[in-house]
C-alpha cells in the first residue's frame, strides 16, 4: 500500500491562500471606500474562515508499507514552523484502524490502534481533513486488511 495526498493537499492549499488574498483585497476595497460596517462584516468572516481552516489541521500524508513495517509521514500544510512526523510499526502489530470525525464530519483524524510490549497503544491522531473524502476510507480499509488474522484452532 503506497498512499500520498501531496497533489490534492498542494490544490487546496493554492485555492484556500487564494481565496485569502481575494478576500483581503476585498477588506481593502471595502476600507477604502469607507464602508465600515461591511469591512467588519468581511473582516469577522476572514477570521471565522481561517479558525475553520486552522481546525482542520490540513496535512501532507504518505503512507507506504516496507519490509513489514507501515509507516506514516505527516506535517501541516499552514504552519510556519514545519513539524515533520512519522509514525513506524510492524504490521503484525496493527490491531485497529479507525476514522474519528469531528466538525459535523468535515474533519477526520486516523486513530491508529497497536500492540507493543507493554499492552496496547493508540497513536496521537493522523489527520485525514487534507483527503478526498471516498480516499479517505479506503485508507481505513486497505489499513484493516493488514491487521493480522487470529488462526481457528489456536
Do not use: C
Not at 16 to 21: D, E, S, T
Amino acid at each position: 500500500m503506497i498512499y500520498s495526498n501531496r497533489k490534492y493537499a498542494d490544490k487546496l492549499r493554492k485555492r484556500i491562500l487564494l481565496g485569502g488574498v481575494l478576500v483581503l483585497v476585498s477588506l481593502t476595497v471595502l476600507l477604502l471606500l469607507q464602508l465600515f460596517t461591511w469591512l467588519a462584516i468581511g473582516a469577522a468572516v476572514f477570521v471565522v474562515a481561517f479558525l475553520f481552516i486552522a481546525a482542520l489541521n490540513l496535512q501532507y500524508i504518505r503512507i507506504f508499507d516496507e519490509k513489514e513495517k507501515i509507516i506514516i509521514r505527516y506535517f501541516s500544510v499552514f504552519t510556519i514552523n514545519r513539524l515533520f512526523q512519522s509514525i513506524e510499526f510492524p504490521v503484525t502489530n496493527l490491531m485497529k484502524a479507525e476514522a474519528e470525525k469531528h466538525l459535523g464530519g468535515i474533519k477526520t483524524d486516523l486513530i491508529l490502534t497497536v500492540r507493543t510490549r507493554q499492552g496496547v497503544a493508540v497513536y496521537p491522531p493522523v489527520s485525514l481533513s487534507g483527503i478526498k473524502r471516498k480516499e479517505r476510507q479506503q485508507i481505513i480499509e486497505e489499513l484493516n486488511k493488514l491487521i493480522p488474522r487470529k488462526k481457528e484452532g489456536a
